[in-house]
């Protein structure tokens, strides 16, 4: 048998191939007719049968042949991957039609986006959800230029993003928009905020560089990969009698703090009068948040939840989050679990026209860390923040370090600090009831005002949600004001996600759908409080939602501006003596009004609003709700007040 067949489809000119259920039927189209005397030609327009019939000329691979993106696939299967996310491009062709008809479009299945960005985003929501990564495809040069900005929250984030991106190396068979499209090096723009990268140039090759990456980007401090894949290792056919191997993707156990400096650290604690627990990305798995309890309660300590991840329960009496200055600064002993900025946790920046920095906690307080931040750093993006002075550091994994740590304290609790502690927890659980009084009078202000108050707007979802199992796949700390943290009852490890990482605008909407596409199977309720301002960098997502029926309520905090900018504008008016009448000049989003709930019907999605009157929104929540339970997305747009 020859190594290529071709396919010769040249009596078929002039025909249209219909597809019937029978198969397909080649109907031959009437000939056109003449153009009058004097008229212009006119080519006939592109039929359907023209665009669905196949190529003329097509080559197809030997039976003893089989393609090296086929193999591919067999290796990202290997890898547990249950979705793979892109926006379809030619550099990756090869692969995509291998995911969909090799690999039967399942464990991972192609869901479709409409920007890459929305693709890594989504990727980013979905491993903090399901403690798993999602695989992505991006288009060469244009589609991973379109990425980088979420590849970089997610980097800031610690988030493994597993990430494929297509190419055509060999300038001898680019095709003419391959030029521009491929490149020498194509991780070479994302090499600062990615962990690691390769592009593989055989098959082997692929397997070991595949296998590696998923061990990379899964051992802490995590962080993004990046694996090039030339269109020719897709493409070219290979014998299907090689045996290639697949290597096993064993895990490396995270490191652990040394233990001579852990039981230090546990001799401090136990010691203090006032010992301080500060998590930020301390929770890995859901096993971090029952470390943390465990942790705080044989201390009675009080604990600060930063919120990069769901780290400690929101209205557990040793939560000292609503008053975390004040806890600061009458500590004597701060330990830092995976914060990612210590030095902005025991000091106050004042942003004025010259800016200040004073120290919170007291000079005689000790101050000690337990991160694998001091294990991964990178020069040009600074996500490092200031160097904080600390007494104690501990480079090692604090999750897992946790349980070595609890041993240590109990070991060196008698059973006079054990009265001590109990005293300390009495004092912290007023002083929590009454943080969480003083919020519950504080969403009472502006109550029925129009525009919507935030804390009514989060205060009418939580009543609706309450009672389900559910998820809020939006920012925790920002989205609605701050206000769940402060009214909401956090106490799950899936009740929240965190945040972007590296603050960049356009992440909210797509890291809220990947959030919801992980929650889907466990039959979760995913709420985002969605901002104006970042729906709008990549509403696209909401088709994909809409689409693949990933079921989110997305819940419009819609104050018709980038008001943080609008701050910031005014905040330099004041400094310069000029007013803030014009302030708002340039950061709104008005003349005219975006129609939220027009842009999503538009989508695929069920909507209503816009919504101003406080009084409709629980209605409308109620309506939308049962949208999503089955089995589909839905919005209301909400008109709310700045703040």
Known sequence: MRRRKFLKRGALAGAAALVTPGGIVEAQSPAPAAPAVGAEAVSPGVTIG???????????????????????????????????????????????????????????????????????????????????????????????????????????????????????????TRRPAEWYHGVQDAAAMVRDYTKWDDEPRSLTHFAESAVRAYKIALTPPMAPVVLVLDGALQEDPVSASLKLAIPRATLPSPPVGDPAAVDEVARLLVAAENPVLVADRLARTPAGMTLLIELAETLQAGVIDQGSRMNFPSRHPLNQTQQAGATIANGDVILGLEVADFWATVNALRDQLHRTDRRIPKASAKLVTITTADLYIRSNYQDFRRLQDVDLA???????????????????????????????????????????????????????????????????????????????????????????????????????????????????????????????????????????????????????AAHHRIPLLSVMNNNRSYHQEVMHVQKMCNARNRGVDRGQTGSTLTDPNIDFAKVAQGLGVYAEGPITNPKDLGPALTRAIAVVKRGEPALVDVVTQVR
């Open 50 to 172: 023209a665009e669905t019939a196949a190529p003329a000329d097509v080559q197809v691979l030997a039976e003893h042949e089989r393609c090296g993106s086929d193999f591919m696939v067999d290796v990202i299967k290997s890898l547990g991957f249950e979705y793979i996310c892109a926006n379809p491009g030619s550099s990756f062709r090869g692969l995509h039609e291998s995911i969909i008809n090799y690999g039967g479009n399942t464990a991972p299945e192609f869901i479709t986006c409409c920007h890459e960005e929305s693709s890594v985003a989504m990727a980013h929501g979905y491993f903090k959800a399901e403690g798993k990564p999602l695989a992505v495809m991006s288009h060469g040069t244009v589609g991973l230029q379109h990425a980088a900005m979420a590849l970089y929250n997610a980097w800031c984030d610690r988030v493994p993003v597993y990430m494929f991106i297509g190419n055509w190396a060999d300038g001898a």
């Open 394 to 544: 501990i480079a090692a994994d604090a999750e897992a370090t946790l349980p070595a740590l609890i041993e240590a304290v109990k070991r060196r609790t008698t059973g006079d600090r054990r009265r001590v502690f109990e005293e300390r927890g009495k004092k912290l659980a007023d002083a929590s009831r009454a943080a969480a009084e003083r919020a519950r009078t504080a969403a009472t202000f502006a109550w029925d005002a129009s525009p919507v108050s935030t804390a009514r707007l989060c205060a009418e979802v939580w009543a609706q949600i309450k009672n389900e199992d559910w998820s809020l796949v939006s920012s925790y700390y920002s989205d609605g004001g701050g206000w769940p943290r402060r009214l909401w009852d956090f106490n799950k490890p899936y009740h929240s996600l965190g945040h972007a990482g590296g603050g960049g605008i356009g992440y909210g909407a797509p890291a809220s759908v990947g959030g919801a596409l992980a929650n889907r199977k466990h039959g979760r309720l995913s709420v985002a409080l969605q901002t104006d301002g970042d729906l709008m960098y990549a509403n696209g997502v909401l088709w994909t």
